[in-house]
């Protein structure tokens, strides 16, 4: 690992001012740190924020606001999470490890790199890693492979479990500036798919920082289901994932919320799906039929196709699931 000076700032002006190109900030430190070891991340100064972000996890008139810094592990059992919110913990818990997500900050899962193998092999090409190199996935193991919404210059997933819920829930990120200016944006717009700039995983604003997260009041708490498909039942990324949550009065169908991790550059929203199950009941036939509609909007890369049937097994279950939890 390279040299670097560590600094805790007591303050978030003191933070801001000592952010620039050579300084990275770092929270639990979970993702910055493999990638310094790796050689992929070289930052000259590493600025812990811990003790200048909010680490709360509160409720407010509108829903829920969860701290930048409050820890995986302490979202997952929080009270009004669990009451409110339960699909969030739901995915929490199927990330990582437990020694992970005690470490793991909320900001920090959203902010981790979209990555796959060949972004860690420092010898072979990786438009994420040196812009204009290639990809060396998409002519090579694509096993993990996005089968939507890539492009030739990167073929990675997004690994969060958390941050699929968040998707599912319609969230909104709060981010401050230097001026402590607080902005939000939509959930849904926060991650970016790769298009021709795969080195660029998000939208957050240069000079900003992420405050908080917040999640809409709902009415998705009493229906719904977290399915993870991947080689081994801990510390694995997903194959598929699918979140899902139904508003259901009876068996009508009067909402319904469908993301997948494992499948794209970002949290994946399945909308058409979504729209097509509103108004219809709850039966094996209609959760057959969203996931047909998924799966048309598929596009599988050419040695993992194989994802496009766990999908399709994954929605199905994961809705199925929905009316067990009543």
């Given at each position: 690992m390279r040299p670097f000076e560590f600094i805790k700032p007591t303050s978030f002006n003191q933070a801001m001012s000592q952010k620039n190109d050579a300084a990275q900030f770092i929270a639990g430190g979970t993702n910055l740190l493999d990638l310094m070891k790796k050689h992929i991340a070289a930052p000259e100064t590493v600025l812990d924020v811990t003790a200048v972000l909010p680490a709360t996890v509160q409720t407010t008139l509108t829903g829920i606001s969860i701290g930048a810094m409050a820890r995986n592990s302490e979202v997952s059992i929080h009270d009004a999470v669990l009451a409110k919110f339960p699909l969030v913990a739901k995915a929490i818990l199927a990330g990582a490890s437990p020694q992970i997500r005690n470490m793991a900050s909320t900001s920090g899962n959203m902010l981790q790199r979209t990555r796959c193998p060949y972004f860690y092999d420092v010898a072979l090409p990786c438009n994420k890693r040196k812009p204009g190199s290639g990809c060396s996935a998409l002519h090579g193991?694509?096993?993990?492979?996005?089968?939507?919404?890539?492009?030739?210059?990167?073929?990675?997933?997004?690994?969060?479990?958390?941050?699929?819920?968040?998707?599912?829930?319609?969230?909104?990120?709060?981010?401050?500036?230097?001026?402590?200016?607080?902005?939000?944006?939509?959930?849904?717009?926060?991650?970016?798919?790769?298009?021709?700039?795969?080195?660029?995983?998000?939208?957050?604003?240069?000079?900003?920082?992420?405050?908080?997260?917040?999640?809409?009041?709902?009415?998705?708490?009493?229906?719904?289901?977290?399915?993870?498909?991947?080689?081994?039942?801990?510390?694995?990324?997903?194959?598929?994932?699918?979140?899902?949550?139904?508003?259901?009065?009876?068996?009508?169908?009067?909402?319904?919320?469908?993301?997948?991790?494992?499948?794209?550059?970002?949290?994946?929203?399945?909308?058409?799906?979504?729209?097509?199950?509103?108004?219809?009941?709850?039966?094996?036939?209609?959760?057959?039929?969203?996931?047909?509609?998924?799966?048309?909007?598929?596009?599988?890369?050419?040695?993992?196709?194989?994802?496009?049937?766990m999908l399709r097994g994954a929605v199905e279950l994961a809705l199925q699931n929905c009316l067990t939890n009543k």
């Open positions: 193991n694509q096993r993990m492979s996005a089968i939507v919404g890539w492009s030739e210059e990167c073929v990675a997933v997004h690994p969060s479990d958390f941050c699929i819920a968040l998707a599912a829930l319609d969230a909104s990120v709060v981010v401050v500036d230097k001026q402590q200016k607080k902005t939000s944006i939509a959930f849904k717009d926060f991650h970016r798919l790769p298009g021709t700039t795969p080195q660029r995983d998000n939208n957050l604003p240069a000079n900003a920082i992420i405050h908080s997260v917040e999640i809409p009041n709902n009415a998705f708490n009493k229906h719904f289901a977290y399915v993870k498909l991947r080689d081994r039942d801990s510390y694995a990324f997903a194959l598929v994932s699918v979140a899902a949550a139904l508003h259901l009065e009876g068996n009508k169908i009067l909402g319904a919320r469908l993301a997948s991790g494992g499948v794209a550059h970002k949290p994946w929203r399945w909308y058409a799906a979504e729209q097509y199950l509103k108004g219809k009941d709850a039966t094996a036939a209609h959760f057959s039929e969203a996931a047909s509609i998924i799966i048309k909007e598929t596009k599988p890369l050419a040695n993992n196709g194989f994802k496009q049937s």
